[in-house]
């Protein structure tokens, strides 16, 4: 857990008088609850990896409207996991869906590798997939959603001038789920789990102060990082260090 809240400074400890003692009530909620958590569970039952030349395709899982990964989660993964030194052939969502126009929409996608064998049966269908030079893929479940809230804000205007007092809190679920394919041999090659909660707070006294957790993201950079070693490491790895969370 890494926490992205300011630090404690001195000089607002020591401040006197009522406006000190409120602000250091507003900042106590502030410093002990705004942040993320983030839980990881990767699950791999073969010891298939990603060679040269082939590539990695990120799809949302459409079938389960209320829970279709955003198309912002999937670009993130996809371009994240491209990047860098130990970065990974990815190829694009859309072209891919687009390759391989209608098998991959919403009404006629696979939803087990039995399914995907027989449409691989169909005539042409393997040949396209071997042309987009795709071995992996990657569908995707879940959302991110506002799970819980609290607190209010009360502004006002007078003679004297205008501001705003009280104390917002929010929290946010981000939880996916990633089962991988392995096209070559036709079965599931494993799923990665990702739980990551963000709690934002926001103090008001005279001016709002927004502390925003982005789970989203921090779920991106952990899933990414996760479906990184489970597409270079054989079976047996474990869950890694903690992404780097914000």
Request: contains cysteine; hydrophobic residues 40%.
């Amino acid at each position: 857990m890494k926490l992205h809240c300011p630090p404690r400074r001195d000089s607002e400890t020591s401040v006197r008088g009522g406006s000190g003692r409120l602000l250091a009530l507003l900042a106590l909620p502030l410093l002990t609850s705004c942040g993320v958590t983030s839980r990881m569970e990767p699950y791999k039952q073969t010891d298939a990896v990603i060679n040269d030349g082939e590539q990695v395709v990120i799809l949302a899982r459409k079938h389960h409207a209320n829970r279709e990964a955003e198309q912002e989660f999937i670009d993130c993964i996809s371009e994240s996991l491209s990047k860098g030194r130990t970065g990974l052939e990815v190829h694009s969502s859309t072209a891919f869906e687009d390759m391989m126009y209608p098998w991959f929409e919403p009404s006629m996608a696979p939803l087990s590798t039995d399914d995907l064998a027989t449409l691989l049966e169909k005539p042409g269908v393997m040949d396209q997939v071997r042309d987009t030079g795709v071995r992996f893929l990657v569908w995707l479940d879940g959302s991110t959603e506002r799970v819980a809230s609290g607190g209010g804000i009360t502004c006002a205007a007078g003679v004297g001038g205008a501001g705003c007092m009280g104390l917002a809190w929010w929290e946010d679920d981000a939880r996916y789920d990633a089962t991988v394919w392995d096209i070559d041999e036709l079965s599931s090659a494993g799923t990665i789990h990702a739980d990551v909660k963000g709690r934002s707070v926001m103090p008001a006294l005279v001016i709002p102060l927004p502390f925003i957790a982005r789970p989203q993201a921090a779920a991106c950079r952990g899933m990414t990082e996760q479906i990184r070693q489970f597409l270079t490491t054989p079976e047996g790895y474990g869950a890694g260090p903690d992404p780097e969370l914000g």
